[in-house]
């Protein structure tokens, strides 16, 4: 039976045992109310441990692991801040796993803090605006905790959250966490022209957030019969779906629906995604699965990174001693564009960093191999565009030097020279 609690008398200790493990929606799903709680009460509760996929709300700070042992797949959002601290314990997973590692109880899950909807008049709460391995949590877990907010979309999930299956349930009215769009710079819309001539007409779009996917996604408004099917989506899919771009209809399953695991952006998506049935919730088994992917025609896919060495390989987690990034979705994605009749995959960075002092086409990562180079296909920089798929080292290494930036090219060409003289 639930019992509904105020949230301004809310005491978690009648609820979290001393070593529970907790997992909770992530990016703008994340139930502050809850986790506002547990910050505040986290010195009475006998140590706890949580998983947070990513971090939008900045509530998750280094000074919480006194008594919170805090881990994710990655430094992503404002979770960069306790990796720099030493604060947080980094899983290597994709976001595809995340759910079976919860099944399996590999990743803990005693306790699922989750934000909804209100209900419907069939008593079913939607999950609103993150959907990917919430369901596998609230499954697994011992308690489930429902933060029901009345300003969170209600969004068509493939499964709704009965309200019998919710232990807990505090209501409150806030402000979900919200992600601007980023500002575009001359770069950016370099890199985007570069990476946009890939989509056409009919394609199918995996694309995430940031200064260049919001750049790309402006370029592309006169293509036509766009799909989406991506692990997240931001404010762009309403300005392509309005303009006529996207209308999902060529896609061989789910025609019509835009599917996503994420909505990443302000009140205009949310309002957008809100009882739209063009706007599919779906988990991340569906999300990120490989035969699903790899069905999907002229599917395109857009990541970034932080470096590529010159035969391909893709680090978007670490550069030296910091863990800036994570493995996220990307490595799904590079996998089932590459391998999708007719489509691509594209890694899409900036030719440099640390204001052009260093170069991010390099000799050899400076950090782990997030992806593969035998999964490699297109490499795109403000310079151009590498396509990687099916050449040798020494080719590829040719043509990663060629979209370096012009400063670093004589160094990218003695370390090529040597690729090609051993041939690997």
Known sequence: MTEALRADAL??????????????GQACGEPATLIEALIAQRAGLGGVSAFAGSSFSGLLTPEIADHIALSSMGAIGSLR????????GIIPCHVGQIAG????????????????????????????????????????ARVVVAEVNDQIPFTHCDALLPRDRIDYLIEVSRSPVEVKPA???????????????????????????????DAITQLIHDRRDLGVHSGMIGD????LVEKGVVTNKLKPFEAGVSVTGALIGTRRLYDFAHRNAAVGMRSSKLTHADAVLTAIPRLVTINSAVEVDLTGQINAEQTGPAYIGGTGGQVDYVRAGSRSEGGRSIIALP?????????????????????????ADVIVTEYGAAELKG????????????????????????AAFEIASRGF
Not at 81 to 88: D, F, I, R, W
Not at 184 to 205: K, M, N, P, Q, S
Not at 236 to 239: A, C, R
Request: hydrophobic share 45%; charged share 20%.
């Open 11 to 24: 005491d978690l200790s009648r609820l979290v045992r001393p070593g529970d493990h907790i997992v909770w």
């Open 81 to 88: 801040s306790l990796t720099k601290a030493g604060a947080l």
């Open 101 to 140: 590692m919860i099944e399996a109880g590999l990743i803990g899950c005693d306790i699922a803090f989750v934000q909804v909807s209100p209900a419907d008049a069939q008593g079913n709460h939607s999950y609103g605006l993150i959907n990917d391995y919430v369901q596998a949590a609230v499954a697994k």
């Open 183 to 213: 500002a575009i710079g001359e770069g950016d819309l370099t890199i985007a022209r570069h990476a946009a001539a890939y989509i056409g007409d009919g394609a199918v779009i995996q694309i995430g957030i940031g200064a260049v996917p």
């Open 236 to 239: 762009g899919l309403v300005d």
């Open 351 to 375: 030719a440099t960093a640390a204001g052009g002092k260093a170069s991010r086409i390099v000799p050899a990562l400076s950090g782990p191999v997030t992806t593969a180079r035998s999964e």
């Open 391 to 414: 050449q040798t080292l020494a080719e590829r290494a040719r043509r990663l030097t060629a979209i370096a930036h012009p400063d670093f090219r004589e160094e990218l060409d003695r």
